[in-house]
Nanobody, 122 residues
Framework: QVQLVESGGGLVQAGGSLRLSCSAS????????MGWFRQAPGKERDFVAG????????LYAASVKGRFTISRDNAKNTAYLQMNSLKPEDTAVYYC???????????????WGQGTQVTVSS
């Protein structure tokens, strides 16, 4: 079992930065790939970024590549999403998920956090 808790969301002006954290409980965190997804009102949950269990490989959605950075610290059981140059269209609830590998589909993730709201004002 893995329990995930996101934090770090908030209100920021366009062009600003936020760092989201995803803290995990359970002994299997270091063996799981982690993904960040986001869901805007009235839209589906979309893949944002993913990182393998070792941290050696990452994958990004085209819309965030070059602006967002995913990382993890297995010693702290925590994954991060550094978000720079934020845009109003980045406004959404951000979720972290754990899976056997990095998948683009949220259906493949076994565990989810409760989400954290990110609002970017113009």
């Amino acid at each position: 079992q893995v329990q995930l808790v996101e934090s770090g969301g908030g209100l920021v002006q366009a062009g600003g930065s936020l760092r989201l954290s995803c803290s995990a409980s359970g002994r299997t965190f270091s063996s799981k790939a982690m993904g960040w997804f986001r869901q805007a009102p009235g839209k589906e949950r979309d893949f944002v970024a993913g990182i393998t269990w070792s941290g050696r490989s990452t994958l990004y959605a085209a819309s965030v590549k070059g602006r967002f950075t995913i990382s993890r610290d297995n010693a702290k059981n925590t994954a991060y999403l550094q978000m720079n140059s934020l845009k109003p269209e980045d406004t959404a609830v951000y979720y972290c998920g754990a899976a056997q590998a990095v998948y683009l589909s949220g259906d493949m993730y076994d565990y989810w956090g409760q989400g954290t709201q990110v609002t970017v004002s113009s």
